[in-house]
């Protein structure tokens, strides 16, 4: 066997054997397969695809590529999201879950590139520890049932390296890649019920219906494969979810949700996440689920298991900060703001520093966007239409305005685009 002969092959659309796929990866990891065959077995891979067997194959290979997690006594849950400007609900939907008492263990990544990680967000509160040993986990699972930690180097290590190249070679956007990259990370860590917020649009990494449709059954036959149950909620991922874009602001907003005080449309699709994985893990209703959530947050149990998530992961909340200087985005039309482009402020919040260009960016997390309308919100001209915090790097006004799209008549923007069990 040899790395040439199996890029040919895929390059000619024929299969690769489990071998072959074995060959090619494992040597990658294990440094004997360079960078630029990789890259080029990866772009033959994203042209042609592969077919259900190559991918059940590839997961299973990157499954093994590292340390698996399974506590055989603790029944947990996992959440997912492909990624969006403004998403913050792994730090509003871990809360709620663990507070209606099951347990949740949820292994983040970092931000890279326009869309935010949630591991950059805990990493703004002082202290907060996101590399926890097996046994930590363990032990805080069963006490607090709740557990949000950073992408251990023994989980998947394949799929770190695997996915900086995809990330540097236009290869991110292929669908098997994709399902194999979450779906691997998913089973390693154990959980049985999986909630995947699946984000369409044009902040996402997944464009349209058809792509998160495939995306989607993909995923389940990958799930069924290996004894996991996944539903998916299909969101939309036009325009910014909430109303803050940056590490702290965005903590500081889910605080707000975790209050009962959050903006509509972030508190529905959290209570709509956590429902599903209520509704799998105590095999009730999707209505029962939905009225359990959104009890626990009214009556701040979701707040204080948060609050109890952050003591038990030893961070300071208090220490949460905006940068001091501000600069105010002002409507220069009188409308309705019928869309604000999600990407264009992600690139915007990336530019002051708020995520990373390359991988070893070091970020600001005071920094970032405050919006004080949403989308079908009417405006005046020269109301604040948002707020930018910025310390070193000074935004641009003409860049951020332009994401703002101001109409005559209002348009109805669906943030649920439906959900998938
Ligand atoms: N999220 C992942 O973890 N992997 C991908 O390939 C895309 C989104």
Same mark, same amino acid.
């Given at each position: 066997m040899n790395?040439?002969?199996?890029?040919?092959?895929?390059? =000619?659309?024929?299969?690769?054997?489990?071998?072959?796929?074995?060959?090619a990866f494992n040597g990658y990891d294990k440094d004997d397969v360079k960078d630029y065959?990789?890259?080029s077995l990866l772009m033959a891979i994203a042209i042609n695809g592969l077919s259900e067997q190559?991918?059940? $194959?590839?997961?299973?290979?990157?499954?093994?590529?590292?340390?698996?997690?399974k506590f055989d006594d603790i029944n947990y849950v996992d959440k997912h999201s492909t990624g969006g400007i403004g998403d913050k609900t792994t730090l509003i939907v871990a809360p709620i879950v663990a507070a209606c008492g099951i347990p949740i263990l949820k292994m983040s990544g970092r931000g890279l590139g326009h869309t935010?990680?949630?591991?950059?967000?805990?990493?703004?509160?002082?202290?907060?520890k996101i590399n926890l040993s097996i046994d930590e986990i363990k032990e805080n699972l069963l006490k607090n049932k709740i557990v949000l930690v950073g992408q251990s180097a023994n989980i998947v290590p394949m799929d770190k390296k695997i996915y900086l190249l995809r990330d540097v070679t236009a290869t991110v956007e292929s669908i098997e890649l994709i399902a194999v990259s979450i779906m691997s990370k998913k089973i390693?860590?154990?959980?049985?019920?999986?909630?995947?917020?699946?984000?369409?649009?044009?902040?996402?990494?997944?464009?349209?219906?058809?792509?998160?449709?495939?995306l989607s059954n993909l995923m389940k036959k990958i799930g069924n494969k290996f004894n996991v149950n996944v539903s998916f909620v299909i969101s939309n991922m036009d325009n910014p979810l909430g109303i803050t874009i940056g590490n702290s602001l965005e903590v500081l907003e889910s605080i707000q949700v975790l209050k009962?005080?959050?903006?509509? $449309?972030?508190? =529905?699709?959290?209570?709509?996440?956590?429902?599903?994985?209520?509704q799998m893990h105590k095999n009730i209703t999707f209505e029962e689920a939905f009225k359990t959530a959104s009890e626990t947050l009214e009556k701040g149990l979701?707040?204080?298991?948060?609050?109890?998530?952050?003591?038990?992961?030893?961070?300071?909340?208090g220490s949460l900060r905006k940068a001091t200087n501000e600069m105010v985005i002002y409507s220069q039309k009188k409308g309705y703001i019928t869309s604000i482009n999600a990407y264009g402020l992600g690139v915007e919040a990336k530019n002051i520093k708020?995520?990373?260009? =390359?991988?070893? $960016?070091?970020?600001?997390?005071?920094?970032?966007?405050?919006?004080?309308?949403?989308?079908?919100?009417?405006?005046?001209?020269?109301?604040?239409?948002?707020?930018?915090?910025?310390?070193?790097?000074?935004?641009?006004?003409e860049e951020i305005i332009k994401c703002f799209i101001i109409e005559e008549n209002k348009t109805e923007s669906k943030l649920i685009l439906g959900v998938i069990d």
């Open positions: 790395i040439l002969e199996i890029i040919n092959k895929k390059k =000619n659309k024929l299969s690769l054997s489990k071998d072959e796929l074995f060959y065959q990789m890259a190559e991918t059940f $194959d590839l997961t299973e290979i990157f499954i093994e590529s590292g340390e698996i997690i935010g990680g949630t591991i950059d967000k805990l990493e703004s509160i002082k202290d907060f390693a860590l154990g959980a049985k019920n999986i909630v995947i917020d699946l984000k369409v649009g044009k902040g996402a990494l997944i464009k349209n219906h058809e792509d998160a449709s495939k009962g005080k959050g903006a509509i $449309d972030i508190t =529905n699709l959290s209570l709509v996440l956590s429902a599903k994985l209520i979701a707040f204080n298991k948060f609050l109890e998530l952050i003591k038990s992961q030893e961070g300071i909340l708020a995520g990373r260009t =390359n991988k070893d $960016d070091i970020i600001d997390y005071q920094v970032g966007i405050e919006l004080h309308y949403q989308v079908g919100q009417f405006v005046t001209e020269d109301v604040p239409l948002a707020t930018v915090y910025y310390n070193d790097v000074k935004p641009s006004e």
